[in-house]
């Protein structure tokens, strides 16, 4: 299971970033929005591969709680995190500008990333565990 959410993880990565220089009908939805559905996702993808036996619907739900504290810590701007949020990446990991309309979004991304586990699981154990064939009696 851990190298099939590391594979996942590779996908999804560049997904994420691919959301912010995506320039086609919908733009702007997709960089503000559907960017959060594919970092909820992401960080999921990387807990679970860090930590593949813990509870994925758990994890999503951490995962959640601790986005949503991010979204709300927007609101508040002391010159530290100013300083963070003033690099690419720490905008990408932390966010910049507070929205209502992001928690859906986080909400349906872990939704999301428990059925992508849940998937990733069940092929791997498909693989696994073949069906049981009925031979025919021996005569």
């Known amino acids: 299971m851990r190298r099939s959410l590391w594979l996942a993880l590779a996908a999804v ?6 959301t912010k220089l995506y320039r086609g009908p919908g733009a702007t939805w997709v960089a503000n929005y559907g960017g959060g559905v594919v ?3 992401f960080w999921i993808l ?6 593949p ?4 619907s758990r ?5 959640l709680l601790v986005t949503c504290g991010l ?6 701007h002391p010159p530290a995190l100013d300083a963070v949020r003033s690099t ?6 932390v966010g910049s500008t507070f929205s209502w309309w992001d928690f859906p979004h986080y909400a349906a991304g872990c939704a999301l ?4 586990v849940r998937l990733l699981a069940g092929r791997e154990k498909g693989v696994e565990t073949p069906a049981p064939t009925r031979e025919a009696p021996s005569l």
Do not use: D, S
């Not at 690419?88 to 990991?93: D, E, I, T, V």
């Open 53 to 56: 036996r813990w509870p994925a």
């Open 71 to 76: 979204e709300g810590l927007q609101l508040w």
């Open 46 to 51: 990387l807990v679970l591969a860090i930590a």
């Open 88 to 93: 690419g990446l720490g905008r990408a990991l």
């Open 13 to 18: 990565t560049p997904l994420g970033f691919a």
């Open 39 to 41: 970092y909820e996702i």
């Open 113 to 116: 990333g428990v059925a992508l």
């Open 59 to 63: 994890v999503a739900i951490g995962v």
